[in-house]
């Protein structure tokens, strides 16, 4: 009888690997390429199944290299890119996981309830104000961030994070030294892998002190050179971009990565000395210094040449303050900004405000704001409850150092329309697995 049962189960094995060899070679006589790569693609696939922790740097990965992954292709006006395929794909492996392993699908977590209610607010306003022609874009996009925040969650509760910690970190230091060196081929501002200059400095911005903070107490071999490079590089990546907000929120937050080093005196000095010697030769800071100085004279009303980008930023900000004004309650509906106010820009094209606070309060009215408001108190309450309440240094320089980058983008925020920021949302599901972990340190070994 078990001979026969494995006789059996070796025929349907040998007949699985006959047809599996019929299409692999049907395929290779008509497209090898695309069958070698499908055939990677799939395996990869697999092992991401077993192993779903590696999907969160892919999608970091994807994220960061969005522009370059542009398919070109849209979906009902929804643009398909590398992010939205990886986040997509991640979404599939970890249900794939789930099933096969009985693994818990979801940690649930109070950020996601502020989210959620959001994403709910959202579509409520959509119904109210009849503006789903172009609300569905920020609601299809708060809706996709608030399940990319609760993936996140899900699978980095039950794994490590410090491999992550250097896998994130060695693929943001190859970013800066790719935007550092093609900047110095270009006379543009720096841009960096996001194809805006103010964009990339704001995902610079975010990430320096949040993965300083995972690094600062790693004593693995590849943990220091990472910690310079991106001291080294950070900072320069930001003087490229040319992006004066960007300067000033930098300064402000740059005490807290060299906290957070206070233990690494010795990196601490080969870095200045380098950017000493260094920064001078990589940037024309005459020209920085140039920018700023104009920026102020504008704001004094003493510039002789007029800041064009200044100067459309304050009529965007008057007209954003005007609409809030006439519709303060639920505002002209997600995503209608820019075609109730009317403003074009010298291209021809509407303009959206930029200021992601200002964009709230005009499309979706104070209740927007006091929704925007519980979410953004709900993060701080739960980064202040895991600083506190963690028993160890690394934990807490983890969360300081995440404190930090998602402050930044807060003040970035003000002058730019980051709602849908896919990067802040990636390090927000991060940000709660940090502190997961801080209070429940012993029940996954950090490797």
Request: with cysteine; net charge positive; hydrophobic share 55%.
């Amino acid at each position: 009888m078990i001979a026969a049962l494995r006789e059996e189960r070796g025929a349907r094995v040998a007949l699985l690997a006959a047809g599996v060899g019929v299409v692999l070679g049907a395929g290779i006589s008509q497209q090898p390429l695309l069958t070698v790569l499908g055939v990677v693609g799939l395996a990869a696939g697999v092992y991401c199944v077993a192993h779903p922790n590696l999907l969160i740097g892919l999608i970091f990965a994807g994220i960061l290299f969005d522009r370059i992954g542009v398919t070109g292709m849209k979906l009902d006006a929804f643009p398909v890119t590398a992010s939205k395929l990886t986040v997509l794909g991640s979404i599939a492996a970890w249900g794939a996981h789930v099933a096969l392993s009985r693994a818990r699908l979801l940690v649930w977590h109070p950020v996601l309830t502020a989210l959620s209610a959001l994403v709910l607010l959202t579509a409520v306003q959509i119904a109210i104000t009849d503006t789903l022609d172009v609300g569905k874009f920020n609601l299809a996009g708060l809706g996709m961030m608030t399940v990319l925040v609760g993936l996140v969650l899900a699978i980095l509760s039950g794994y490590p994070l410090q491999p992550l910690y250097r896998f994130k970190g060695t693929v943001f230091a190859a970013a800066l030294a790719l935007a550092v060196v093609s900047a110095g081929a270009s006379a543009g501002r720096a841009s960096g892998t996001m194809g805006d200059p103010n964009e990339w400095a704001t995902l610079v911005l975010l990430l320096t002190p949040a993965l300083i903070g995972g690094l600062v107490d790693d004593d693995h071999w590849i943990a220091r050179p990472l910690r310079m490079g991106i001291l080294l590089l950070a900072p320069l990546a930001i003087l490229l971009s040319l992006s004066r907000t960007a300067l000033v929120v930098g300064a402000l937050t740059a005490p807290v990565s060299l906290y957070l080093l206070r233990e690494r005196r010795q990196e601490l000095a080969v870095c200045l000395a380098v950017a000493v010697v260094g920064t001078p030769l990589a940037v024309d800071l005459d020209y920085v210094l140039f920018r700023l100085r104009m920026l102020v004279a504008n704001l004094q009303g003493s510039a002789v040449v007029q800041d064009v980008s200044l100067d459309e930023r304050t009529v965007l900000f008057h007209q954003g303050m005007q609409l809030f004004s006439d519709h303060w309650l639920v505002g002209v509906g997600p995503g209608n900004g820019p075609r109730a106010s009317g403003y074009t820009s010298l291209t021809g094209r509407l303009r959206p405000v930029h200021n992601s606070y200002l964009e709230i309060a005009s499309e979706q009215g104070i209740i927007g704001l006091l929704f925007v408001a519980v979410f953004a108190g709900t993060v701080a309450w739960t980064l202040y409850q895991g600083y506190r309440l963690s028993s160890h240094s690394a934990d807490r320089n983890r969360i300081l150092g995440l404190s930090a980058g998602l402050s930044a983008l807060a003040l970035m925020a003000a002058t730019l329309g980051l709602i849908t920021f896919a990067m802040a949302y990636l390090m927000l599901g991060f940000s709660l697995a940090v502190v997961y972990h801080a209070r429940h340190r012993g029940a996954v070994a950090d490797g």
